[in-house]
């Protein structure tokens, strides 16, 4: 592994968990490249460039460590540990130990706060106005929530899943750290998060190069890269739309009311089990709820307007008894609607910003990924 550093300590401890990795039936590429700069990590080759499906990291579930265990001081600068690390095992506490330094000396938790809505954005309206966007958590004062979740999550996998240990208390998500693996970005043209089945894994796609490997996290749009991750977008090519409900003159209310899932979902709606199909990344799934017709999600992107009319054209002649042309026609002002609507939203999220005073950053960011969302509607559906 290689190591490309600012900050000349974090090189020994990258080493050392690539050492334990080794250890204890792990691989590390030797060209697998590591890079910080200004506090931020990233991640490259410097080998077969453009080769698609080479293994760059890969290390048993065992080495995950277990990060609902750990109890934290009330620090506000710092991850520190107070508790929780005896049930760990050897590999896993070392893999800890050296993580620590990392998130601490790039000062990760002043990143968090600074530019990630949840914690940087201080105005009410603006809050609420991006709940609406299907973001509740920003109904909730910034002073409630924790920026150490944040950024284990970051760093971490299987927030979600599993039932709690007998007699242990649920205390939040159960966070596993995957050392090496979390260094590694998104973006829309990277490779698979899991190319080893049963194994923690890293492998490189064909965008791979000596400026960047990254996996891809699923289908995220801009909004979502800033709400949860806090940087803004310039490469992915949809839109989610937000929550909206707009009138049909043939079919009553139709709503709007969440994004489509990153991966694939099993039956119950619970858990990743597989990429999402393009059928079902293009078209949304419908339903009747309480009376409303309402569209579970729905994306837009550059080529999918053309599948979701035809659906809508379906919807309309069996619920409405109309013909081919004129279903075709109304499922065409139905979608006018839900694009008109979007844009509405993000036009009512400039004034806001525009109107709000405080952290500049953060702003600015907000109201960039506003502009970006607009210019890609406009594009991909105007």
């Known amino acids: ?15 050392a968990i690539e050492s334990t990795l080794r250890a204890n039936d792990g691989f590390v590429a030797d060209d697998f490249t590591v890079r910080e700069h200004s506090g931020q990590f990233s991640a490259a080759i410097a080998e077969h460039i453009g080769e698609s499906g080479r293994l760059l990291v890969s290390y048993p579930p065992e080495l995950r460590v277990p990060m609902w265990h750990v109890q934290w001081a009330d620090s506000k600068d710092s991850m520190e540990p107070v508790g929780g690390l005896d049930g760990f095992t050897v590999a ?19 990143h968090v706060r ?6 940087a954005v201080d105005s009410w309206p603006l809050r609420h106005h991006l709940a609406d966007a299907g973001y509740p958590v920003m109904r909730t004062s910034p002073a409630e929530l924790d920026p150490r979740e944040t950024v284990i999550g970051w760093h971490s996998s299987g927030g979600s899943g599993g ?20 260094l590694v970005n998104h973006d829309p043209t990277g490779a698979n998060q899991d190319p080893v089945p049963g194994r923690t894994a890293v492998a490189t796609s064909a965008s791979s190069s000596e400026s960047g490997t990254f996996e891809n996290y699923g289908d995220l749009d801009a909004m979502q890269l800033l709400m949860g991750f806090g940087y803004v977008d310039s490469r992915a ?25 990153r991966y694939g979902r099993d039956v119950d709606g619970d858990a990743a089990v597989a990429p999402v199909s393009r059928l079902a990344r293009d078209v949304p799934s419908v339903t009747d709820e309480d009376g409303q017709l309402t569209l579970r999600h729905l994306t837009m992107r550059p080529d999918n307007r053309e599948s979701v009319a035809r659906l809508l054209a379906m919807l309309l002649q069996s619920r409405a008894g109309m013909g081919s042309e004129a279903s075709r026609a109304a ?3 139905l979608l006018d609607d839900l694009l008109a609507s979007n844009l509405d939203y993000y036009r009512r999220l400039d004034e806001l910003v525009a109107a709000t005073a405080g952290n500049a950053g953060i702003l600015a960011m907000v109201a960039e990924v506003s502009l970006r969302q607009q210019e890609r509607l406009e594009r991909m559906w105007g």
Do not use: C, D, Y
């Open 1 to 15: 592994m290689r190591v490309q550093t600012e900050i000349p300590e974090l090189a020994e401890h990258l080493h």
């Open 92 to 110: 896993q506490r070392t893999l800890f130990e050296h993580w620590l330094p990392l998130v601490n000396a790039t000062r990760r938790l002043s």
């Open 114 to 119: 600074t530019s990630v809505p949840r914690f």
């Open 163 to 182: 039932a709690q240990p007998e007699g242990e208390q649920n205390t939040g998500p159960r966070w596993q750290l995957i050392p090496l693996k979390h």
């Open 237 to 261: 090519e949809l839109v989610h739309s937000v929550p909206v409900v707009v009138e049909s003159p043939e079919l009553g209310k139709v709503a709007v009311r969440w994004r489509a899932p």
């Open 331 to 333: 499922a065409e002002r």
